[in-house]
């Protein structure tokens, strides 16, 4: 196998001096000390050599994953519904090896900006879901069509996402006794709406870092925006996307993308509540009651075996099977396959859109909107009504693993209506900002900085959103009535006629 080894002697001295040195690390057998049966690679051996002396936490982490644990070769021997790889056919080389650092950190060099020559080694700092497609194509695919893979662009390309980000992280100042607003840093971008959605991360050159006592400064890329967290983030390879988002790295542990922690990280109040409704929730109540009695590693995951109530997963990406092996719902890793209506919308709750690459949208009015400001929907950019009904059908078959048809049936008639009524609440706060532009009360050059304008973003950034996903989670009443819920939508709403009000009443009495 080519290594891309500088030097073949190079590399022998190399790992001889490694050994030597760090006799725990490595046994001759290519086995990792300490562990059963790991079949290592000679370039992962003597990665791992050196950072179990530098970062012994990645060591450490890599060690309980499942890539530690087993070769890909064994792995694809298991049932269908067992697999976690996806691909047909690997390559050799990446068959016979535990998928170790050098496996993941080296694949496809020509596309990776971020390769750099590295004790011998040619190596990527980032790995990407095009790196992971490799095992996981099925999975990448999907990724790549959501909207999560594609929030980066969403925002950064949306130019009405994008006024609202500059407008709400930019640095406020005091000028002639006005404010005055500037951009955002790229610093604050990445802390704040980037941390989610992700960052540009490309190679400005190469820098030199200090790397410990014995091997004092070594010369690596130079990367923008880097680190990144955040589900949109687009790769030195140009690849978009980051399974690590879910899959925190070295673990990459199924078990912490299925407990609901990890989407607390972004899913959060005021403007995408999931996680605070779930915990108020009669099945966040289970979930927090029983978790430690679950399996959280088993696949396929089987409900009423290996846990009895939904975390944020089971809904909306898991493999979940029956105690008798029929299928509930498939695997997916395009997070709104089984979503049939946004909750969260720009400005009304909608359809689906049919691509991740909401960017592309333009309402009847030519603007970047899923909707006009009327709420007629652009429905060419989502989805139709037997699509909607269809992944309707696929979330009614996971409620149906433990409630019964007339339950099942109510709750989604409920919350059809608490669509429909939070909907009409927005167009009334709509109509009233028009009113208030359209009489000059308000300036619409940046619909987002001022007084008024601030109150209408609530009333469809916040407010909505919490009573939707109260009534979409089954649960959490409090947060569909007073945490940020009714009574905020109507109380904004009363304060929005109040200011337009007493702002046309003085610019009457200032023109007399």
Not at 121 to 147: F, G, L, W
Not at 177 to 188: C, D, R
Not at 264 to 277: E, G, T
Request: glycine share 6%.
């Amino acid at each position: 196998m080519n290594m891309r080894l500088r030097s073949e002697g190079y590399v022998l001295f190399f790992l001889v001096f490694l050994f030597i040195c760090y006799p725990a690390a490595v046994s001759a057998s290519g086995k990792f000390a300490g562990a059963e049966e790991i079949r290592l690679s000679a370039p992962t051996q003597a990665c791992i050599a050196c950072h179990k002396a530098v970062s012994p936490g990645i060591v450490s982490d890599w060690l309980s994953s499942r890539h530690a644990k087993i070769i890909p070769a064994e792995a694809m021997k298991k049932p269908a519904l067992e697999r976690r790889i996806s691909s047909d056919r690997l390559p050799d080389e990446l068959s016979v090896y535990a998928v170790g650092c050098y496996e993941c950190h080296s694949l496809n060099p020509v596309r990776h900006k971020d390769n750099f020559n590295h004790m011998g080694y040619m190596i990527n700092v980032v790995v990407s879901p095009n790196d992971c497609s490799t095992c996981h194509p099925t999975e990448a695919d999907q990724y790549a069509r959501s909207k999560k893979a594609n929030a980066y662009k969403n925002l950064m390309k949306n130019p009405i996402y994008h006024n609202l980000v500059k407008t709400i992280t930019g640095i406020k100042k005091v000028e002639n006794g006005k404010l005055v607003s500037q951009p955002p840093s790229e610093m604050t971008l990445r802390e704040t709406c980037l941390g989610c959605h992700g960052t540009k991360v490309e190679v400005r050159g190469l820098k030199k870092v200090y790397a410990g006592s014995a091997w004092g400064e070594i010369t690596v890329p130079d990367l923008t925006n880097w680190p990144s967290q955040g589900v949109g983030r687009e790769n030195p390879d140009g690849s978009i996307g980051a399974c690590t988002a879910c899959h925190p790295r070295h673990g990459f542990s199924i078990e912490v993308a299925r407990k609901p922690y990890t989407c607390a990280q972004c899913h959060l109040d005021p403007d995408v509540p999931a996680w605070n409704v779930y915990k108020e929730s009669k099945h966040g109540a289970i979930y927090a009651s029983k978790k430690d009695d679950w399996d959280f590693g088993a696949v396929p995951w089987v409900l009423g075996k290996d846990f009895n109530a939904p975390t944020c997963a089971t809904c909306h990406v898991s493999l979940i099977v029956s105690p008798d092996g029929e299928v509930i719902a498939e695997r997916t890793h395009d997070f709104g396959a089984r979503l049939w209506v946004r909750l969260f919308g720009l400005i009304y709750s909608h359809a689906q859109p049919v691509s991740g690459d909401t960017s592309i949208i333009r309402n009847k009015d030519g603007l970047s909107m899923p909707t006009a400001f009327t709420g007629e929907p652009a429905t060419k950019y989502l989805i139709d009504g037997a699509e909607q009904d269809r992944r309707k059908g696929v979330m009614k078959e996971i409620c149906r693993g433990c409630h019964g048809t007339s339950w099942i049936d109510n709750h989604f008639e409920k919350l059809d209506n608490t669509i429909k009524e939070t909907n009409e609440m927005t167009l009334s706060a709509t109509q009233l900002m028009v009113e208030a532009w359209e009489k000059g009360i308000e300036d619409i050059s940046n619909p987002f900085d001022e007084e008024i304008e601030k109150l209408w973003i609530k009333q469809w950034l916040f407010y909505p959103s919490s009573i939707r996903y109260a009534s979409a989670m089954t649960g959490a009443p409090d947060y569909a009535s007073f945490k940020n819920g009714w009574w905020e939508l109507s109380d904004n709403l009363r304060k929005m006629r109040n200011r337009i009000d007493i702002k046309e009443h003085i610019m009457k009495h200032q023109s007399e």
